[in-house]
């Protein structure tokens, strides 16, 4: 399975009318409105940081926050960027993705964009939208913040579509794949954990 090359377990779905996977509410977002104006030249792809062991979490699991590992982790993101200017950070709904993007968007001087797509269960859409983003091909950095079960399938789905890998592969907590955009398609995929 395609699944496995990238080192993420696939974990076991929950059952139909779970509340666990009910849609949640998102704010609005007019980052893929000013696509026209500031598109990405990069996009970096990162798997949410250290949030515990959701089986262990009694709330809902969207709002299962980072643990004292994860809140490093996402402080330790802000100094792998170098200063690198950051003009969107869209992220899932779920806290610990919101949590280990904040740093990002706090040193940029932005706002965490909440986006469906990236949601639990959403790699189509989440493909969709790296692809929207990369056609906007203008110089910038856009950050997306998803799920263990979402990236590797974007990634299946930029490979095929002609996009070449350097380094490891892995989706590994707080990991970043670093996606280069030329002429509006992601021709490249660097992995950094």
Same mark, same amino acid.
């Given at each position: 399975?395609?699944h496995?090359?990238f080192?993420?377990?696939r974990?076991?779905?929950?059952p139909?009318?779970?509340p666990r996977?009910a849609?949640?509410p !998102?704010?609005?977002?007019g980052?893929l409105d000013?696509?026209d104006i500031?598109g990405?030249?990069?996009i970096l792809?990162?798997r949410?940081?250290?949030?515990?062991d959701r089986?262990?979490?009694?709330?809902?699991?969207a709002?299962?926050?980072l643990d004292?590992?994860g809140?490093a982790?996402?402080?330790a993101?802000?100094?792998?960027?170098d200063?690198?200017?950051?003009t969107?950070?869209l992220?899932s709904?779920?806290?610990?993705c919101?949590?280990?993007?904040?740093?990002i968007?706090r040193?940029?001087g932005?706002?965490?964009?909440?986006h469906d797509a990236?949601?639990?269960?959403?790699?189509?859409?989440a493909t #969709?939208?790296?692809?929207?983003?990369?056609g906007?091909d203008?110089?910038? !950095?856009?950050v997306?913040?998803s799920h263990?079960?979402?990236i590797?399938?974007?990634?299946?789905?930029l490979i095929?579509?002609g996009m070449?890998?350097?380094?490891g592969?892995?989706?590994?907590?707080?990991?970043?794949?670093? #996606? !280069?955009?030329?002429e509006g398609e992601v021709?490249h995929?660097?992995?950094?954990q």
């Amino acid at each position: 399975m395609e699944h496995h090359r990238f080192g993420c377990r696939r974990r076991p779905r929950c059952p139909a009318g779970n509340p666990r996977r009910a849609p949640r509410p !998102t704010t609005v977002t007019g980052v893929l409105d000013l696509c026209d104006i500031f598109g990405p030249m990069t996009i970096l792809l990162i798997r949410h940081a250290s949030a515990g062991d959701r089986y262990r979490w009694w709330g809902d699991d969207a709002d299962r926050p980072l643990d004292e590992r994860g809140v490093a982790e996402a402080a330790a993101l802000v100094e792998l960027l170098d200063d690198r200017p950051v003009t969107a950070v869209l992220s899932s709904s779920a806290a610990r993705c919101q949590q280990t993007v904040a740093p990002i968007a706090r040193r940029n001087g932005i706002e965490v964009e909440v986006h469906d797509a990236l949601g639990e269960g959403g790699a189509d859409r989440a493909t #969709l939208l790296v692809r929207r983003l990369a056609g906007a091909d203008a110089e910038a !950095t856009t950050v997306l913040c998803s799920h263990a079960d979402v990236i590797p399938e974007v990634l299946r789905d930029l490979i095929m579509g002609g996009m070449h890998v350097s380094g490891g592969r892995g989706c590994a907590k707080a990991s970043v794949w670093e #996606l !280069t955009v030329d002429e509006g398609e992601v021709v490249h995929g660097h992995y950094r954990q």
